[in-house]
């Protein structure tokens, strides 16, 4: 085998991603090899600058460029309802469903199988931001997964002794654009109990 | 939209790649951000060097460490054989197959769809060497493609007035491992055709 260092490292970079086989490190090198230099260079700037230019967000523990992040900082949230996520992307996908309240992101959610408990997760902050703000709604928007909802109902039975608090899970139900005939029994019958007047 | 401009430019970068979705870029992203920061450094050396310390063979146009490259530089290596590749990847399958020649990159295929000629290629430099080299036989590794067939027809016809160079061409047939059950009807034609005596 003689393949150029430089090409090697590439490769295996792209190698060591998720979900990215030997074939697929292989292709993108090469690509980037024809593409103009500004690519890879684009790609060596910003996985550079990934870890040293963000920090975790000291209250909602997202990831961003300044402590407090900016949404914790803006003033023209709601400060009445946090949003509990997670991980940062479903929190940018509540950003783009237009959520206007404020996030926490658990970094995970409870996986005995992968050895994750409570403690390894964000839960405690999340007590105590409950304890100092004026918080009125936590919703609970952790996946609909096996994890996401032990990860719920832990962060729930933590939660009930606040008096007044509102305790809310996003609704199951059919997803939009989806098809009856193809959802499967326990999505269905979420989406029957669920269901709203016409 | 909130998102960090760090984590906006990797997303970003990722998707420049090609077959890289936003949904697989992003999902890259924050595993870069979880992942330890060692990660993201041999990504960002690698995409750092990849242009920096590669060049185009003189000789054989493989992209290399060196010019020559590696393999044109060895005195272990065939010298009476050149194996005409499309481009660099073509070249490791062949080496993986411990082909012992040398090679000739063409860095593409003509393609009048895509607006490649013969003279986007690397033909020009394959006729001076089979010019003034001792090179006895030509092997148009080409892909079995549309575009690599009628690549290999071009060359092999400019290749023709060169009195006693053997002009050939990789077996196509079944692959090894294959099910006939499951071959298109060309490759089975190929396999037939090139049927040998068992």
């Known amino acids: ?7 090697r490292s590439m490769i295996e970079a792209f190698e060591r991603l998720p979900g990215i086989g030997p074939k697929t490190a292989q292709r993108l090198t090469y690509y980037l090899l024809h593409a103009p230099p500004e690519e890879s260079e684009a790609l060596a700037e910003a996985s550079q600058s990934l870890k040293k230019d963000t920090v975790l967000c000291g209250i909602c523990f997202n990831v961003a460029e300044a402590d407090p992040c900016e949404i914790c900082a803006s003033a023209d949230r709601r400060m009445d309802v946090i949003a509990v996520v997670e991980d940062p992307l479903d929190m940018l996908a509540l950003e783009k469903a237009r959520f206007d309240g404020r996030y926490h992101v658990l ?14 997760l964000k839960i405690r902050p999340l007590l105590s931001r409950v304890h100092t703000g004026d918080v009125k709604e936590i919703i609970l928007a952790t996946n609909p997964t096996m994890e996401g909802e032990a990860t719920a109902m832990y962060i729930a039975k933590l939660l009930k002794p606040f008096v007044g608090l509102k305790i809310t899970r996003l609704a199951r139900g059919l997803p939009v654009g989806g098809d009856i005939e193809y959802a499967d029994e326990v999505t269905l019958t979420r989406a029957l109990e669920g269901r709203r007047e016409y």
Request: net charge negative; proline share 14%; no cysteine.
């Open 107 to 120: 970094h995970g959610a409870i996986s005995p199988l992968q050895n994750i408990g409570p403690d390894e």
């Open 1 to 7: 085998m003689t393949i150029a260092k430089p090409i």
